[in-house]
Nanobody
Framework: VQLVESVGGLAQPGGSLRLSCAAS????????MSWFRQASGKEREFVAG????????NAADSVKGRFTISRDNAKNTLYLQMNSLKPEDTALYYC???????????????????WGQGTQVTVSS
């Protein structure tokens, strides 16, 4: 299994960035996938998740209305569109694959068995 995130980047407050995560080595469409983030000195936190077959999504309250998670099962790719960025969104962002048998897309990192390498997103003026 491989999960490879795109390069993040630097954005100004109020700006936008789009992350992608290319998946391989498993049947992508069958698994829930999520984005997590970890700011310096803080614990890893759930950002948003999306179920494989139904594409049902859930998101942390801190990003609802600003971030959108999506997936292209034909391209084995997960996306995170981030709008109205704030300085507090600065973090390393990771994509993650749910463990087999997982229902939905849990917020607990322990429910995930494979992770990308992480990509830095910095929001600053």
């Amino acid at each position: 299994v491989q999960l490879v995130e795109s390069v993040g980047g630097l954005a100004q407050p109020g700006g936008s960035l789009r992350l992608s995560c290319a998946a391989s080595g498993f049947t992508f469409r069958s698994y829930g996938m999520s984005w997590f983030r970890q700011a310096s000195g803080k614990e890893r936190e759930f950002v948003a998740g999306i179920i494989g077959p139904t594409r049902t999504t859930n998101a942390a309250d801190s990003v609802k209305g600003r971030f959108t998670i999506s997936r292209d099962n034909a391209k084995n790719t997960l996306y995170l569109q981030m709008n109205s960025l704030k300085p507090e969104d600065t973090a390393l962002y990771y994509c993650a694959k749910c463990r087999p048998g997982t229902t939905g897309t849990p917020t607990d990192p322990l429910a995930y068995d494979y992770w990308g390498q992480g990509t830095q997103v910095t929001v600053s003026s």
